[in-house]
């Protein structure tokens, strides 16, 4: 008898471990087993899984002394192993029924021992989770519930002798078939994690890949040909029967399945793409009729659809497709979130971009308007003064005067050469002199090797501006701005330097950072930060101004470039290629 019996259960083991494996490839059931936290969906697939594992326990089973040896209890314990507390209850009440039918003398303690200690199970899993649950963990389990189910047979059922009997005969060979089925299944489960935590770290090999290549893509914004080429990184790297990128309206590209009715420059026409933009959140779609495509035809069965935000603004979609009986995993969706979530970033990076193009336009417009009207006020007067004893100098500083206005008013460069600046410099410094005579005097020493250096406009001119009025001026003697210019290595210093009433001290630390401080007497302070930003934007964060000033001796500001001669083609619009490096 025993070692029938014994044959019998090791031959419903094999059964239930077939069944297992088998239940674990169906793609509900993985996709529950890969929740952190199962949805209520979820839950219902885990009960009736493990519910029916339990309930075909009773039908693979020997009758002994009007009961039953069978493997009903498995389904219970692995369905609060690996789904929970509800699930283990629920999968305990479905294996539990046919058992009360079944009837016997065992019945009562059989049926309310699966429904115990498929909950108990799940106080397990509580305890530990899904993934933490190992060999041993079911090994304890199983025999603790064994434990349970023969203290209720002998405490419930009656006569006391006969369960006595039916346990002397039964306990070992049961507990030990029955704990290598939970312990056969439960292994079977982790090797299914086990794929998917190997799928998954494929997938995040394939999220490094795409960012790399899909760097700078969107740089200029979403086009036909940034989505194209994104379009195809994707298609070539993910796992997918059809990628696509819209923007608010229309298809940009799309690739794969499905191509004859998504076309690239109509509008969109799937319901989850929709979906997508109204509600601004990855819609996951695993049937034909969520996708909601209205061509009746198409392959396409289910989709991730992930929306491009920019600054809490719909800007488009990136979606990728499966056919036939493709299934979205979470993973999976979290990988094309997370390539969605980088194109946002740099959507939005195109975006600053614009918009630091624009705001550098305008500052510099600005600046090129700002004509102090005392200067001019005063430059006239001088004139005036002039025009009939001195008419050639009269002529010279009108000449000087027309340039300066000229040159603020022309459109088109933000770079010119040292050269150019530096005769800029000098119709200003002209156009002072006639007003302040031998009190402002200029020196220039400058390499002759970088008279082509690429320089922002006014950049000098506003730096000698602020000798001559916050320096000289105020000194009864005045003096003189010294302007040198020189290569060292791969870079160009050059030096404006006075010996003027120098710089407060308070002023000075304020200055040092070089920040737009409106407070400042002039303006000095927006005049260089604006010099500052404009050096800085055009060559990088490591060139601009440094100061060094002393009170009542002087100021000293240091300019430093790269080593770059102005192109044949500098424009405002073409200054970033020829210049940033």
């Not at 500052?363 to 006239?380: D, G, M």
Request: charged share 20%; aromatic share 8%.
């Amino acid at each position: 008898m025993g070692i029938d019996l014994l044959g019998v259960v090791i031959k419903n083991i094999a059964v239930l471990g077939v069944a297992a494996y088998l239940i674990t490839q169906l793609p509900p059931f993985r996709r529950a087993l890969n929740q952190i936290q199962y949805s209520l969906r979820d839950k219902v697939i885990l009960v009736f899984v493990f519910g029916f594992l339990s309930a075909i326990g009773n039908y693979l089973s020997m009758p002994i002394m009007d009961a039953l040896a069978n493997t009903r209890i498995v389904g219970a314990v692995l369905g609060g192993l690996l789904g929970g507390p509800l699930v283990g209850l629920g999968a305990g009440i479905i294996g539990a029924i046919p058992r009360y039918f079944m009837g016997g003398f065992t019945m009562g303690a059989a049926v309310a021992t699966n429904i115990l200690v498929g909950y108990l199970s799940g106080l397990i899993y509580t305890r530990y989770g899904a993934r933490k649950i190992g060999i041993k963990t079911a090994l304890a389990a199983t025999l603790g519930a064994e434990a349970i189910l023969k203290f209720m047979i002998l405490a419930f059922s009656t006569p006391f002798a006969a369960a006595w009997e039916l346990e002397r005969i039964i306990a070992v060979p049961t507990t030990i078939a029955n704990s290598l089925g939970v312990m056969f299944v439960v292994y079977i489960v982790r090797d299914v994690y086990h794929e998917q935590d190997k799928a998954q770290a494929m997938l995040a090999q394939k999220a490094m890949r795409v960012i790399q290549k899909a760097n700078g893509v969107l740089w200029q914004g979403l086009t036909v040909e940034s989505a194209h080429r994104m379009a195809e990184i994707v298609y070539s790297e993910i796992d997918a029967d059809a990628v696509a990128v819209t923007d608010t309206n229309s298809v940009l590209a799309f690739l794969g399945q499905g191509d004859d009715h998504h076309i690239v420059g109509q509008p969109f026409i799937t319901l989850a793409t929709k979906r997508a933009m109204q509600s601004r959140q990855t819609i996951i779609a695993d049937d034909k009729r969520s996708i909601g495509c209205p061509h009746k035809d198409c392959p396409l069965a289910a989709v991730i659809d992930a929306p491009l935000i920019v600054n809490n603004r719909f800007q488009g979609t990136i979606k990728v497709y499966k056919t036939g009986t493709g299934i979205i995993l979470p993973y999976e969706a979290e990988l094309v979130q997370g390539i969605a979530d980088f194109l946002s970033l740099q959507l939005l990076h195109a975006e600053l971009e614009v918009q630091a193009i624009l705001l550098a336009q305008a500052e510099y417009n600005s600046l090129r308007a700002q004509i102090h009207p005392h200067f001019i006020f005063n430059t006239l007067g001088t004139i005036s003064a002039t025009i009939r004893s001195e008419p050639g100098k009269a002529r010279s500083l009108i000449k000087d005067l027309s340039d300066i206005i000229r040159r603020h008013i022309r459109p088109g460069k933000e770079i010119t050469t040292l050269q150019e600046e530096l005769e800029f410099v000098d119709s200003y410094v002209r156009l002072e002199q006639a007003r302040f005579g031998n009190r402002i005097q200029i020196v220039k020493e400058i390499s002759a090797e970088i008279y082509a250096q690429a320089i922002p406009v006014f950049s000098l001119q506003i730096l000698v501006e602020n000798a001559v009025k916050h320096g000289l001026s105020p000194k009864k003697d005045g003096g003189i701005i010294a302007i040198r210019g020189h290569r060292r290595q791969g870079d160009v210093y050059i030096t404006v330097e006075d010996n003027g009433v120098g710089i407060a001290q308070d002023r000075f630390d304020r200055l040092l950072d070089i920040q737009p401080i409106p407070q400042f007497d002039g303006g000095i302070g927006i005049g260089l930060n604006n010099v500052q930003a404009r050096i800085q934007r055009l060559f990088g964060k490591e060139f601009g101004i440094t100061i060094e000033s002393n009170e009542n001796k002087g100021t000293k500001m240091l300019i430093r470039l790269p080593l770059q001669e102005v192109a044949a083609n500098d424009t405002v619009e073409g200054r970033k290629s020829n210049y940033c490096r």
